[in-house]
């Protein structure tokens, strides 16, 4: 798809053009480094808590040079954006579908990504929980965040 060739995840296929990041033509690895992409149906160590997923995030997927009370606010900002917090201590066996989707767009965030690709962040849910997951998403957009999602 479209959101797979911007984000440099597109393995077959033949795809032409350029892709720019800033101005500058962008690498995969550049790609990777400054943007996160949500899958539709994503996996998560069923043991782990919500906060020990996002801190296991920030802390492999921000640099060295970041320092560790950095990190620990980046996990704080996903739990606040994406209201998380009231159960950042469950067991991520015991989440629903849409806390679950939640998980997975913080776990991308945790990275500071400054452009986040979701792909049907909504699919599968009810309205209810649809216009949760939305309503995180726009919390995040106002951090000035950039996010392509289908």
């Given at each position: 798809?479209?959101?797979?060739?911007?984000?440099?995840r597109k393995?077959?296929g033949?795809?032409?053009?350029?892709i720019?990041?800033n101005?500058?033509?962008?690498?995969?690895l550049?790609i990777r480094?400054?943007?996160?992409y949500?899958?539709q149906?994503?996996?998560?160590?069923?043991?782990?808590?919500?906060?020990?997923a996002?801190?296991?995030?920030?802390?492999?997927?921000?640099?060295?040079?970041?320092?560790?009370?950095s990190?620990?606010?980046?996990?704080?900002?996903c739990?606040?954006l994406?209201?998380l917090d009231?159960?950042?201590?469950r067991?991520?066996?015991?989440?629903?579908?849409?806390?679950?989707?939640r998980?997975?767009?913080?776990?991308?965030?945790?990275?500071?990504?400054?452009v986040?690709?979701?792909?049907e962040?909504?699919?599968g849910?009810?309205?209810?929980?649809a216009?949760?997951i939305?309503?995180?998403?726009?919390?995040?957009?106002?951090?000035?965040?950039?996010?392509?999602c289908?």
């Amino acid at each position: 798809t479209l959101m797979d060739v911007i984000a440099g995840r597109k393995t077959g296929g033949k795809v032409r053009g350029e892709i720019l990041l800033n101005g500058f033509p962008a690498t995969d690895l550049a790609i990777r480094r400054c943007t996160g992409y949500c899958e539709q149906i994503d996996v998560h160590a069923d043991s782990a808590t919500i906060l020990e997923a996002l801190t296991l995030s920030a802390f492999l997927r921000q640099g060295s040079d970041v320092s560790s009370e950095s990190k620990y606010d980046s996990v704080t900002e996903c739990l606040e954006l994406l209201e998380l917090d009231s159960i950042a201590d469950r067991c991520v066996r015991g989440c629903s579908v849409e806390q679950l989707q939640r998980l997975t767009i913080g776990v991308e965030l945790a990275a500071q990504p400054s452009v986040l690709f979701l792909d049907e962040p909504t699919s599968g849910l009810d309205a209810r929980a649809a216009k949760v997951i939305m309503d995180g998403v726009r919390k995040v957009a106002n951090t000035g965040r950039t996010i392509l999602c289908t």
